[in-house]
Structure formats: structure tokens, C-alpha cells
């Protein structure tokens, strides 16, 4: 029987061919030994594959084929922002004159980069009402964790010890309450009302000496505005302690609401979110960390600064309570760039629209959802720039799980919503359309999702065994965890 | 309306689902006082103006010649990598936490551990972290937690390891009340000094990193460090370069039974300067140690149907599960990294990978060579070194690099901040990508500014 | 509702413990935590020698959705551990009352009477 030729059967290593080679690429060999002691060498090659050009090109070509991705479809993706990330941002960003740049090498000869990052930094202060922002977090959960670190290194360099404890409300998302661990913090959750705000009688409860601050989103994880901040703000510094902003959701307010005027003494952005850089299939990502005045000496670096012409990093001796660097040079400067652009593009009016139109894409989402049938977990409030609706009538009475659902969407050329995430919500999807969807493609999901409940109803292991249209069905998690195979072994 | 679909009769008809009369009165819900007024940012551009700015940037910066190293390495970058990667299904896809939906993603990802760990000669890798020194500070803290025979937490943590790792290090794990005790080196050769272990033995070591090759760019000596840690119960975590492992004996192979844990900054592997970032870090371990693994982890596994998957798996570790007793609080990887690293190492395979290695090796040792005969000049360590080296002048660094400059070349990094006791150092690094012309460019400036002083 | 032999002392974290004649207590967890869990895919036990408080976390039964802490329902110190586990982790699936985690020899035997039976264990179950 003929072999499938299709790259999308194999491995790149069952592609491998003894002596092949991408020879355009493969240097002359020089004969020379290395002037390096033979025990410290390498015997055996690593096995690494032996494939032309062509069948490199051919095989990841094809694999690419095999994603769901903004570019190729709608993706609902609640908490994760899956707006279109513009090519500009990615052409500009990839010119040679920002590329070719070393990072240690960016002071003297890397004066645009700087500019940029410059301007970058003031344009997020403006936008979330923060005195200083550093740019050199790699990722969310490494600015939440430099927003922890500083939240620390205030209280200890006031000698404040025994603030131990941070507040994370029950909502939240899980990178929250590891910073907090991680920042060496006990974590203390804080319940939600039935409204989706924090409960406020709870927080009276739990704050004290002993409290380092809070963890908030706002709108939060549940996809609705906490009318209570200012509250809460208040409890939290009267206690002593500070307020940090998660600012995963921050698409929802963007240019309309700054989370320096809610209170919050420290922020972090997520790039990939508000900011349209790409997700990439897992990243990267950048998450820049906004101070006000209190924190401003704890800020990580570096942190671009400008003299007369000239832009440069301030240094360890300029800032010594720094908390210090989290990554080895200046940070995603490919990420800081793309971002950069993109605001240039969108100024404030553009901002505004972020704001405007994903919450009337949500808003109008969920009131077609509504109508097809389908239970909101908050039916009183307005949704922010994301919802929730929750299956559990359906699980209860069909068997038929959130999960099933997406698995369904998928049959439909919907990247799934967020399924299962906020924990609170049993059965629950988060669903958040994002700006730059068009009513077109809402109608085309709501009734996606009408025809799937009907299916549910009358025909319901059309969902339990979906996904049916793609390159693989349901597949064995309990074996990829109980029979780890992580990496490939040649016979 | 940059992005921003919906035209007027859009707007019209979805306000009138919603029965609201406007837009605004979606934002009924946030209290006045808290709307802020018009923000102060520079006006909106459209494309061609905005790219008019950039190139404007773009062309400020001035493009040495690099011979610097450091951390981060400039090599032939194949057109390809960047082509493929630039894909919208690569580019602008998810997290695959719908593993159906992102089988392609899954699948170069399951290749590029199979890459990393043979490379390394682990058993398995994780999906990658941000970047080298952040994989040293989960590799240190993974160390910690998978030590159970120690409970001293302290991590003997080398001075020939890279001062900026050490320094990121410190700020991730210092809440976490670990010890990071230094270990000197020796002068001449420029490597860590064997008897300053003595001085631990026989004590509560957590870990002991063993960079290879070092921040000088000289070889350890993996073996009998290797052996110490073992003999000692701390765990070995080897800090390498993934260019130089095509080329060196990989952690898996050191000493007698190997290190445990292998990281390092993924850089070289088909990822532009771009400035310092985004990179990308690299995690490997002993099967023994799998569930202590933070990041991301694909596994290969079954449908319903029986055909072959990939899917994310042991994810209860993770931050998304675990929560507060999370490994980590990671929860990107370096997705679009990772597979340009992939398909470089594709590209290059064996054999490439090593010639890459091996003509970066030469062009340093010809640098070096030209270098030392300077008069005023000498070769700071006498260890066997790989891509990168050490030298000194007579005259101060910031003029010999100021000067080099001048002239269009990056001339390397200076180590007086972090190393004052070598006086004035330079660590200059050359790879593939310079010529023969290039080495007796810099050669022959050094020798002109060192004469004229 | 799943099974909950009578004879067993149960923890409201969901473990189940079982006093020995020598007083050694084996500690394990509940068939409806199990069934919460679904299929378990690694055990994480304590290492033998090891010395607990009660409502110490001292294991970690992971499955592919959650990982769960099990916290030791006595004080004492760890004397043995089921290594059967980590080769078939769905022993516990299959039979959470005989697939035990590990056993303690209890400092303090009445520790035990602070535990519920059956009846309580139930009650306070089905309202989670």
C-alpha cells in the first residue's frame, strides 16, 4: 500500500535521512580539530533530523495548516483578548535596523529602540494613570509577580514585617495566588457575592496587620464591573495595605476608565491582551508594570530615561530598591515594539473604540446568546468586554458538559470559549468577541451555538464524541499523563 | 476606524437588540467619577505614517559589527525560520489548550523537546520558559523542591556564571528564603576553582549550577564538578550553551551518572539579537524528576480512533490547576520562539549545528591569536575557551570599546563593572557569521587605539 | 452515592483512615473523591521517616484535571508507603478503599476521634 505522503503523518524525524542535509545552510568543513580537551567533547551526535530545504519548508508548512488561529478563525477565547494582530506591528518590529541590534549594544547604538520603548512606557503610564512603568517583565505572570516583589520590598523597607498575607478574591485567575506564593506571600482568598463583586462584608473580615495587599481585576474574571472599588480601595490602604491591578481585562475600559483612578497603587499589562501582540502559540508575551508614586523605587529594571537628546537605562545605583531584573537583558523588545506601533496606529480616539466596541460586541453576544436559549451567570448585570453563560441545566438534565460543547464549536469552525475558568462558575463559558469582530461573524456564532443546543437536546453524543472534522477526534489525556511520551526515540 | 469593523447601520441595529441608546450606556454600571476624560498620547497615525516612523527609528540605530556575546549570539539566521514562522496559523494562534484545534502547534512543540533533550542528553525537556536566566532560576528552584534529601536550601552558584543570570536569579528566588552562596574561580584559568568545593563538602547543598561553557566562555571542568555534586547530594544543573552542546560532551553525559537538570538561553538556536528579547529558555531533566517540571509539557498519545495526537498533558502542575501550589507561576512559553528554533535546528541538523559550532570556535581562536600578539595586549585565562574569550590592554576599556565603536564595530563587553579585579577585560565573542576580513578588521583597530595611549 | 465502608474513620478533606492493631493508622482517600478527581494519573507520596502533624499536606494525588493535597488526619511519623502506586495510579480509581496512600504511626491514637464516621462524612459531602 502506497505510504501517505502528507507531512501531517509524520515527524519531522521519520522524514530524517541518513547524510541529507539543508545544503545551502551546512558550512564547509574545515578538517581542523577544536583546540578543546577530547574528554570534553561530544562523541555521538545529537539526533537531531536530516532533512533537505524543502522538506523542512513542506513539513512545518503543513503543520501550520493544522492550527486554528485568529488569522483563519473566530476565536471567543474569554479572559485571553484574541483581537487581530495587525501585520504592520510584525513588519515594522522585523526591520534590520531593529533586529540586528545586541542588547548590550543598545545605549550606544541602539537609539531608535529607545525611543520607542520611551515613548512606549509614557503612553502606558497616560493610559492606566500610573507615575512609572517598567517595560522588563516577559510575561503576565512575571509582571504580577514584580508586582508582588514591590508590594514586598515597601512594606519591609518601612520595616512593616508582618504584612504576610495577600488577598486574592476566588475568582481569580490562577497566575494570581502563584505570584503571590512565589513572592513569598500566604495567599487568603476573599469570596465573591452573588452580583460577581467582591464581597465587601468578607473583606472587612479578612484584612489586617497581617495584610500585604489585594489582588484585583477589575472588571474581574466573571466579566462584570465591581461597583465597589472605591470601597475596597478604601478598606485595603486604610488597613495599610496596597492594591495591585491584574490587567488581563483591561481591553474592557481601555481610554475610558484608568486603574490609577480606581485606586490601584501597582498595575501589570498583558501585551498579548489589550495590546494585539501576537499569542504566537503560547507566547511571547510582555507584561509591563505600572507604579504610582509610592512604588517608583522599587521598579524592576531597566527603565528607559531620557537626557537632553539621549536616551539611556537607569542603572542598579540610580534605583538601589530596585526589586531588581527579571529577565537577562531588557526585556521582549520584539513584543515592546509591536505594542508600541500598535498604540501609534490607535491613539486615543482608537483606544476608546477598544473599549466602546468590545463591550458592545459582548453586550450584543450575549443578548443573542440569551435569546437562543442559553443562561447568563449574571442575567442583571452588563457585561464588560466579556461574559459568561453557564451550562449546568444542560449538564444536569443532557449529560452534556461544557467541555462537549466547545468541543462541538470546534466542528464549526469556532475556536472554543474558555471553558471551565472562572472555577466559581460551574459548567461555564467565557466568552469575549473582542473589537475587531464584525456583526457578521457574532450572528454566525450565536446561531452556531443555537444549532448546537438544539443538537444537544435531540442528538446529544454528536457533542460528547466532537470534535468530528478535524485532523485528530478526542483525545487521551489520561494515557499522555499516566504514559508520559514526551519526546521522541528512534527504534 | 483603525481594526474596528462595524459601520454606522451595525452599530444601529446591534444598539437596537440591546434596546440601549447608545453605546455609552453600555457603561451605565461604572460609576462617574471614575471615567476619565480625554488621555494625552500623540495622535492616531495611519499605516503609512506610522511606517514612516519606524523606518525613521529603525534607521538610527547604528549597525555594528558585532563581536559580542554575553548571552546573546549572532548567527546565520536561515530565510526560511522566519518565513514559515511568520505564518498567521503560527503567529496568531493560542495556547494549545484545544489540542484538536492545534495539532500543529502540538506537534512542533513534542519535536522540539525531542530536539532539546537529545541535545542535551536529558530524557525530557519542557515547552520552553522566557528566557535563559529565568530557566536558571526555575532549574534552581526545581532543584530545591526536588532535593529531598536536603533541607538546607542553599545553592552553591558560581562567579563564572553570568552576572545577569545571577542578578535574576536573586530577584526571583529571594522571597523564597534559598541561599545563593558564590563560588570563586581560579584566576588563571579562568574556571571554577575546584578547591573552593572542598570547603562544602560534606555539608546541606541543595544544588550546584555548573555553567558550561562559563561567562568567560571558558570549559569547566564538568566531570569532577558533576561527581562532586553527586557525592555531595545536591543536585547538578548544568547552564549551556545549545550551539556549543553540538559540539561539547552534554550534561546528560558528565561525570558518572550525569547532571539532573540542564537550562540555558535558547537565543542561539535561530532567534535575532531584536535587542535583547523576545528569547527563549530552555528546561531539561531525568525522567526521575518529571513531575517537578515547571512549564509547559506536550505528550504524544491516542484519539478515540486510535490515530496518533499530541496533546498538553501533566498540567495539574501548572498555575491554571495547582493554583497557589503551582510549580510556578509561569503560564506563557515562548511559543513563536520555540518553533523558529525548531525549524532552525531542522535546518542545520547534526551535522550543521556542529560546523556552526566548530567555525565559531576557529574564528575566536584566530581572533585571540591576532589579539595576543599585540603588544599591550594579552589573553587573560589560560583555559580552553569555545566561542567567546577574554582580553586585556593597557588602556582603559571604555576607550579601546568607545574607539571600536568609532569604527563600526561592537567591540565586545566590558567586564570591569562586574569583574574589576581582571582590570581592563574585554569579553569578546566571535561566531560563523564574521569573516577572516571582519577578525583582522578588529585586530588591527585594537592594535591602533592600544598604541596610541 | 459512592461507597463509604462503616468501618472507617473519614477526614472532611476526603480521606479515609484506618486504625491497626500495632497503631499504625492507613490513611487513603474516599471513592467520592476519586470520582471528583477523575482518572488519576500520578501519586506523589512522602518519603518513610518522614514526621506529620495532623492536617499536614503531605501527598498529592494529581489527575488530568486537579491535583489534590492530602493532609495527614494524625500526627505521627510516616512508616510505610504504597510504591504500587506509581506504576498503576488508577489502583485508586478502580478501589480507593484498598488502594492506600501511606501509614502513620500515630503519636496520639485519640487524634482519630476528631474525625467523622460514615453518616457525617456523607452529610457533609453531598452539601460541597
Known amino acids: 500500500m502506497a505510504e501517505d505522503v502528507r507531512a501531517d503523518k509524520m515527524l519531522i524525524f521519520d522524514r530524517s535521512r541518513r547524510g541529507r542535509a539543508a545544503y545551502a545552510q551546512l558550512l564547509p568543513e574545515t578538517g581542523e580539530s577544536p583546540a578543546i580537551p ?3 567533547l561530544r562523541k555521538t551526535p545529537p539526533a537531531l533530523p536530516e532533512v533537505s530545504e524543502l522538506d523542512a519548508v513542506r513539513h512545518y508548512t503543513r503543520l501550520s495548516q493544522q492550527n486554528y488561529s485568529i488569522d483563519t478563525q473566530f476565536y471567543p477565547l474569554g479572559s485571553c483578548t484574541m483581537k487581530y494582530n495587525p501585520k504592520v506591528c510584525h513588519n515594522l518590529a522585523s526591520l534590520p535596523g531593529f533586529l540586528n541590534i545586541h542588547p548590550l549594544g543598545l545605549e550606544r547604538a541602539g537609539q531608535g529602540i529607545l525611543a520607542c520603548l520611551y515613548e512606549l512606557q509614557e503612553i502606558l503610564g497616560e493610559i492606566t494613570g500610573m507615575a512609572g512603568v517598567s517595560l522588563a517583565c516577559a510575561a503576565g505572570a512575571q509582571g504580577e509577580f514584580a508586582g508582588v516583589a514591590m508590594i514586598r520590598a515597601y512594606h519591609r523597607l518601612r520595616d512593616d514585617l508582618a504584612r504576610t498575607e495577600m488577598l486574592v478574591p476566588d475568582a481569580a485567575h490562577g497566575t494570581n495566588p502563584a505570584s503571590a506564593s512565589m513572592g513569598g506571600f500566604r495567599v487568603r482568598e476573599v469570596a465573591t457575592d452573588s452580583d460577581g463583586n467582591v464581597d465587601v462584608a468578607a473583606l472587612e473580615q479578612a484584612v489586617g496587620p497581617q495584610t500585604a495587599g489585594i489582588m484585583l481585576t477589575n472588571p474581574s474574571t466573571l466579566g462584570v464591573f465591581d461597583q465597589h472599588i472605591q470601597a475596597i480601595a478604601d478598606i485595603v490602604h486604610r488597613a495599610g495595605g496596597l492594591l495591585y491591578y491584574d490587567g488581563a481585562n483591561l481591553n474592557a475600559i481601555a481610554g475610558k476608565v484608568r486603574p490609577g483612578d480606581m485606586g490601584f497603587d501597582v498595575i501589570h499589562l498583558n501585551l498579548h491582551k489589550t495590546f494585539s501582540t501576537p499569542h504566537g502559540g503560547g507566547g511571547p508575551g510582555a507584561g509591563p508594570v505600572g507604579v504610582n508614586d509610592k512604588l517608583l523605587p522599587f521598579l524592576p529594571l531597566p527603565v528607559v530615561v531620557k537626557d537632553g537628546l539621549r536616551y539611556r537605562m537607569l542603572t542598579e545605583t540610580e534605583r538601589p530598591h530596585s526589586i531588581g531584573h527579571l529577565v537577562t537583558f531588557a526585556g521582549n523588545i520584539g513584543v515592546l515594539l509591536r505594542a508600541y506601533v500598535y498604540v501609534r496606529v490607535l491613539g486615543y480616539e482608537g483606544l476608546k473604540r477598544v473599549a466602546e466596541f468590545s463591550t458592545l460586541n459582548a453586550n450584543y453576544l450575549l443578548k443573542k446568546l440569551i435569546e437562543a436559549g442559553f443562561e447568563p ?23 452534556v458538559t461544557a467541555l462537549d460543547f466547545a468541543k462541538r464549536l470546534l466542528d464549526y469552525g469556532v475556536h472554543a470559549p474558555t471553558v471551565y475558568f472562572p472555577l466559581l462558575i460551574p459548567e461555564c463559558l467565557l466568552i469575549e468577541p473582542t473589537e475587531t469582530e464584525s456583526k457578521e461573524t457574532l450572528d454566525a456564532f450565536a446561531q452556531a451555538m443555537a444549532a448546537i443546543l438544539k443538537e444537544a437536546e435531540t442528538a446529544p453524543d454528536r457533542l460528547k464524541n466532537a470534535p468530528h472534522s478535524l485532523p485528530v477526534r478526542r483525545l487521551d489525556e489520561v494515557r499522555a499523563a499516566r504514559q508520559p511520551d514526551l519526546a521522541y526515540k528512534s527504534e | 476606524m483603525p481594526f474596528v469593523p462595524h459601520t454606522e447601520d451595525d452599530i444601529r441595529e446591534m444598539l437596537a437588540t440591546l434596546g440601549a441608546a447608545s453605546i455609552e450606556a453600555l457603561f451605565d454600571e461604572i460609576p462617574a467619577e471614575l471615567r476619565c476624560g480625554a488621555l494625552d498620547l500623540p495622535p492616531a497615525l495611519k499605516e503609512m505614517e506610522v511606517a514612516r516612523l519606524m523606518h525613521a527609528r529603525a534607521g538610527q540605530n547604528r549597525p555594528l559589527l558585532c563581536f559580542a556575546g554575553a548571552g546573546a549570539y549572532e548567527h546565520h539566521i536561515p530565510a526560511a525560520v522566519w518565513a514559515v514562522v511568520s505564518r498567521g496559523e503560527f503567529y496568531s494562534a493560542y495556547t494549545p489548550y484545544q489540542a484538536e484545534a492545534s495539532q500543529g502547534t502540538l506537534q512542533v512543540l513534542y519535536e522540539y523537546q525531542s530536539m532539546m533533550a537529545s541535545l ?8 520552553s520558559l522566557y528566557d535563559g536566566a529565568t530557566s536558571l532560576a526555575e532549574a534552581v528552584l526545581m532543584a530545591v523542591r526536588t532535593n529531598r534529601k536536603s533541607h538546607s536550601r542553599r545553592i552553591l552558584m558560581p562567579k563564572t556564571v553570568h552576572p545577569f543570570y545571577r542578578r535574576v536569579v536573586e530577584t526571583i528566588v529571594g522571597s523564597q528564603a534559598l541561599e545563593l552562596i558564590e563560588l570563586p574561580y581560579d ?7 575546584p578547591g573552593s568545593l572542598e570547603l562544602h563538602s560534606g555539608t546541606d547543598i541543595a544544588a550546584l549550577v555548573i555553567p558550561q561553557v562559563n561567562f568567560f566562555g571558558i570549559l569547566e571542568a564538568v566531570d569532577e564538578l558533576t561527581d562532586w ?5 545536591a543536585v547538578a544543573i548544568a547552564l549551556v550553551n545549545p550551539i556549543a552542546l553540538a559540539l561539547l560532551k552534554p550534561p546528560g553525559e558528565w561525570g558518572k551518572s550525569g547532571a539532573d537538570i540542564a537550562c540555558g538561553e535558547g537565543q542561539p538556536l535561530g532567534i535575532p539579537l531584536s535587542g535583547g528579547g523576545p528569547y527563549f529558555g530552555f528546561l531539561c531533566c531525568r525522567k526521575a524528576h518529571l513531575h517537578q517540571l515547571p512549564g509547559r509539557l506536550v505528550g504524544r498519545t491516542v484519539d478515540v480512533d486510535g490515530k496518533p495526537g499530541f496533546t498538553l498533558t501533566l498540567q495539574a502542575r501548572e498555575q491554571h490547576i495547582r493554583r497557589g501550589r503551582a510549580t510556578s507561576n509561569i503560564c506563557t512559553n515562548q511559543g513563536l520562539m520555540v518553533t523558529a528554533a525548531t525549524i532552525y535546528m531542522a535546518l542545520l541538523g547534526p551535522e550543521g549545528l556542529r560546523r556552526v559550532a566548530l567555525q565559531s570556535h576557529q574564528n575566536t581562536l584566530g581572533l585571540m591569536s591576532g589579539l595576543a600578539a599585540i603588544d599591550g595586549v594579552e589573553r587573560v585565562f589560560s583555559g580552553p575557551f569555545f566561542h567567546e574569550a577574554v582580553f586585556r590592554t593597557r588602556r582603559p576599556t571604555q576607550k579601546v570599546m568607545d574607539g571600536l565603536a568609532e569604527r563600526g564595530i561592537l567591540g565586545g563587553y566590558e567586564l570591569t563593572r562586574e569583574y574589576p579585579e581582571l582590570g581592563e577585560a574585554i569579553l569578546v565573542c566571535v561566531t560563523e557569521t564574521r569573516t577572516q576580513e571582519d577578525i583582522e578588521a578588529y585586530v588591527r583597530e585594537v592594535k591602533s587605539l592600544v598604541s596610541h595611549g | 452515592m459512592s461507597r463509604l465502608p462503616d468501618d472507617l ?9 484506618k486504625p491497626e492493631e500495632d497503631g499504625n493508622v492507613r490513611v487513603g482517600i474516599s471513592d467520592y473523591a476519586q470520582e471528583q478527581l477523575g482518572d488519576v494519573v500520578y501519586v506523589e507520596l512522602p518519603d518513610v521517616g518522614r514526621r506529620v502533624k495532623a492536617g499536614e499536606a503531605c501527598a498529592v494525588v494529581e489527575s488530568v484535571k486537579a491535583a489534590s493535597d492530602i493532609y495527614s488526619p494524625v500526627s505521627g511519623e510516616i512508616v510505610e508507603v504504597n510504591g504500587a502506586l506509581s506504576d498503576a495510579p488508577e489502583a485508586i480509581n478502580q478501589n480507593a478503599y484498598a488502594a492506600w496512600l501511606f501509614c502513620v504511626k500515630a503519636d496520639d491514637l485519640s487524634e482519630l476521634n476528631t474525625l467523622l464516621d460514615a453518616e457525617a462524612y456523607k452529610a457533609g459531602a453531598e452539601t460541597d
Do not use: C, P
Open chain 2, 120 to 127: 542535551t542528553a536529558m530524557d525530557v525537556s519542557n515547552a
Open chain 3, 9 to 17: 474513620k473519614y477526614a472532611k478533606t476526603h480521606e479515609w483512615a
Open chain 1, 377 to 399: 451567570a449574571f442575567s442583571q448585570r452588563r457585561a464588560a468586554h466579556e461574559f459568561i453563560i453557564t451550562l449546568k441545566r444542560l449538564a444536569k438534565e443532557r449529560h
Open chain 2, 229 to 233: 555534586a553527586s557525592a555531595n547530594g
Open chain 2, 187 to 193: 584566576a588563571k584559568i579562568g574556571r571554577i576553582d
Open chain 1, 38 to 40: 577530547d574528554h570534553l
